[in-house]
């Protein structure tokens, strides 16, 4: 069963058509999260709850081949969520180690500290556009439906993400 047969037997309710959705995509909703919230904990409940929400609204969908863009659209804006308490747990809190164990670099494992600090030059929206194409490995026509620009305006990013990246490494 292909994909979009599989979203069309999930808009009309079957939940095992949703479960193998899941099994398609969990994988790459996980690394988008993990390398956007430089933790596991996060990563997994974003994941959980962009699953849920998909879930819940997933009768919504119109277009059962825009699934893809469509369940990251919604994974973008869980993990933004996510960013914002992470920043407003740190603006109010006053354990000075919070910070500390919060700061990507020392979280992000499997990715050495230059290509952390690589990524922590970049805006969020530069940093987001690098992700969904290098870990979650969507075309630049995917990432600008899920975050509402042209293909050649993501293009465009990309390519100088990617430089200023790349300047910052050398």
Same mark, same amino acid.
């Given at each position: 069963m292909n994909e979009k047969e599989l979203v069309c037997l999930a808009k009309?309710?079957?939940?095992?058509?949703?479960c193998a959705l899941y099994s398609i995509y969990k994988?790459? @909703?996980?690394?988008?999260?993990?390398?956007?919230?430089?933790?596991?904990?996060d990563a997994l409940d974003a994941v959980s709850d962009t699953?849920?929400?998909a879930y819940e609204r997933i009768k919504e969908l119109r277009k059962a081949e825009?699934?893809?863009?469509?369940?990251?659209?919604?994974?973008?804006?869980?993990?933004?969520?996510?960013?914002?308490?992470?920043i407003k747990q740190r603006?109010?809190?006053?354990?000075e180690d919070y910070s500390n164990s919060t700061d990507l670099s020392h979280k992000m494992k499997n990715v050495t500290s230059e290509l952390n600090e690589a990524l922590g030059i970049l805006t969020e929206e530069e940093k987001e556009i690098v992700l969904l194409?290098?870990?979650?490995?969507?075309?630049?026509k995917e990432i600008a439906k899920i975050s509402d620009l042209t293909?050649?305006?993501?293009?465009?990013? @990309?390519?100088?993400?990617?430089?200023?990246?790349?300047?910052?490494l050398e």
């Open positions: 009309s309710g079957d939940k095992t058509a949703f994988d790459r @909703l996980y690394r988008y999260a993990f390398y956007r919230l430089g933790n596991a904990e699953i849920v929400s825009a699934f893809s863009a469509w369940i990251f659209k919604i994974h973008r804006i869980t993990c933004s969520n996510y960013v914002k308490y992470q603006e109010t809190s006053n354990i194409s290098v870990v979650s490995g969507f075309t630049s293909a050649g305006g993501v293009r465009s990013k @990309l390519s100088r993400s990617l430089a200023k990246m790349r300047n910052f």
